[in-house]
């Protein structure tokens, strides 16, 4: 069983940064992949990111490539979003979420705990 926390979401300007960051507790937190979704009004979760165990390797949606950076520190047992030039189609609650294996890191329905979610809100 593991436990995630997010937090670092609020309103910002279009073009503006935000870095969301998800702690996680309970068990060992290098012994899973994490990965960053997130959900808007109506619409479905979708993926944001992923990063394997060691952080050697991320993937990223193709609307996010070069945008945000997923990050992560197995020492502090936390997951980063490092998100630049938000958009106001970037506005939803962003959720961090765990898998044990590195298959279909995209899909939801592979992750096996997921976090409350917290508020991304770009106005223009």
């Known amino acids: 069983q593991v436990q995630l926390v997010e937090s670092g979401g609020g309103l910002v300007q279009a073009g503006g940064s935000l870095r969301l960051s998800c702690a996680a507790s309970g068990r060992t937190f290098s012994g899973y992949y994490m990965g960053w979704f997130r959900q808007a009004p109506g619409k479905e979760r979708e993926f944001v990111a992923a990063i394997s165990w060691s952080g050697g390797s991320t993937y990223y949606a193709d609307s996010e490539k070069g945008r945000f950076t997923i990050s992560r520190d197995n020492a502090k047992s936390t997951v980063y979003l490092q998100m630049n030039s938000l958009k106001p189609e970037d506005t939803a609650v962003y959720y961090c979420?765990?898998?044990?294996?590195?298959?279909?890191?995209?899909?939801?329905?592979?992750?096996?705990?997921w976090g409350q979610g917290t508020q991304v809100t770009v106005s223009t």
């Open positions: 979420a765990a898998k044990f294996g590195p298959s279909r890191v995209s899909d939801t329905t592979r992750y096996n705990y």
